[in-house]
């Protein structure tokens, strides 16, 4: 492909990015699989260089921008190298016409932009937000005997964490394929070292997913005690079992909730955990590094039905822990509504809980808990409080 074709193919690809933020379909990374899958011509250099075309419009636009075309004017409007391009030749985007425009730039759109900075998010820290992650990942203690790190890491924060360049191919290391490193951003890391499991203990983790902290858990434990993955989401949580097989961790209990009577599930565990992770589902304004044009999707009705959700699991969660056990909650988010705020409101509602700050090696106080951003730490943004049961 010549440079103009790419950054046509950019414009179209943004396009179907566009619709699909408005319609709520598919994100990004798939739909940019999907549109190379149907055009074999592409090469790989063709095909790495249209998506970093189209994810540096991402990147530029805060507001969802009228057309992809509009997106990549706005990369132009920055870089007389791309305008060039746009020379209206063989498989070229057309010339630009007058008075035409580009896209408005911005971090986020308006709404988003005023939430963050009435949650204490310096401009600085919100733009850091759209920078390019990293590729960490987490030494699996579980199976250290095998480990042979890949070349070119360095040390993170996280106790456990390795960090390696984005373009990384880790799942071809043999470190990978032995189980003896999983993928996992530092930030998420540091969230299942707050939980502080330890062999012999029974933890809950009430938003698994497919698993990741519960593996973080399970290799904390020592694989002794009783650990429970639990979520709503059948496809994710049957994920769970292989990458524990892989991984080497035993006797992970999981339990597929009911949404609205995940009480009723868990109901032989009321009062009786040492410990549950509420890894809550959130508006993921910590992870715009991974997912710049989730930024586009999220409406301000959305992010209320996640606070409302994270609120009720918190109360859920809170059944399930003993006196003198933990709960700790995690949103990789920077919002208040689903941070300090989220927090304040648990502790009214249940006098017989405190919070501590959770003693981590990065991160800085927000409300009674945890803040954990790109900018400040090199992770994904995240909250994580630990709070205590008294009585
Ligand atoms: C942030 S994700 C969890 C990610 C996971 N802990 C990990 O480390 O990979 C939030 C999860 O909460 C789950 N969820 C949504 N509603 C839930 C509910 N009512 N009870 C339990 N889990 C729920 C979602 O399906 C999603 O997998």
């Not at 005690?225 to 059948?234: F, K, N, V, W, Y």
Request: charged content about 25%.
């Amino acid at each position: 492909m010549t440079p103009a074709a790419r950054v046509q193919a950019a414009i179209e690809i943004l396009d179907l990015v566009i619709e699909a933020a408005r319609a709520n379909g598919a994100p990004a990374d798939r739909l940019i699989a999907d549109w190379f899958r149907s055009r074999r011509f592409a090469g790989s250099k063709d095909r790495r260089a249209v998506r970093e075309l189209a994810y540096r419009a991402i990147r530029a636009c805060g507001e969802v921008p009228e057309t992809g075309r509009a997106a990549m004017l706005r990369i132009a409007a920055q870089e007389p190298e791309v305008a060039a391009l746009f020379d209206g030749s063989s498989h070229a985007p057309d010339p630009v016409a007058p008075g035409e425009a580009a896209a408005e730039g911005g971090i986020a759109p308006a709404w988003l932009v005023d939430r963050l900075a009435r949650s204490g998010v310096s401009q600085i820290e919100a733009a850091s937000l759209l920078d390019r992650a990293p590729l960490d990942v987490r030494v699996n203690t579980l199976r250290a005997g095998r480990l042979a790190l890949p070349e070119g890491g360095e040390r993170t924060v996280a106790p456990h964490g390795w960090r390696y360049p984005p373009e990384t191919r880790i799942e071809q290391a043999q470190a990978y394929l032995d189980g003896a490193i999983e993928v996992q951003d530092s930030g998420s890391q540091l969230a299942c070292e707050a939980v502080g499991a330890k062999p012999g203990e029974t933890v809950i983790d009430l938003c698994a997913g497919a698993g990741g902290k519960t593996l973080a858990l399970a290799a904390t434990m020592e694989n002794r005690g009783t650990l429970i993955a639990c979520d709503t989401d059948r496809p994710r949580l049957s994920r769970l079992a292989p990458r524990a097989r892989r991984a080497g961790a035993t006797g992970i209990e999981i339990a597929l909730l009911d949404p609205g009577r995940e009480a009723l599930a868990l109901e032989r565990w009321q009062g009786a955990a040492d410990a549950v992770l509420v890894d809550a589902p959130c508006s993921g304004t910590g992870t715009w590094r991974r997912n710049p044009e989730a930024r586009w999707r999220l409406t301000p009705k959305q992010l209320a039905r996640y606070v409302e959700l994270q609120a009720r699991l918190l109360d859920v969660a809170a059944g399930l822990v003993r006196p003198g056990g933990r709960l700790v909650f995690v949103t990789c988010s920077l919002l208040d509504e689903e941070g300090a705020d989220q927090t304040r409101s648990f502790l009214a509602r249940h006098p017989g809980w405190q919070a501590e700050t959770p003693a981590l090696p990065a991160g800085t106080p927000r409300g009674s808990g945890l803040r954990l951003s790109p900018h400040h730490d090199g992770t994904d943004g995240f909250f994580v409080a630990r709070l205590t049961r008294l009585c």
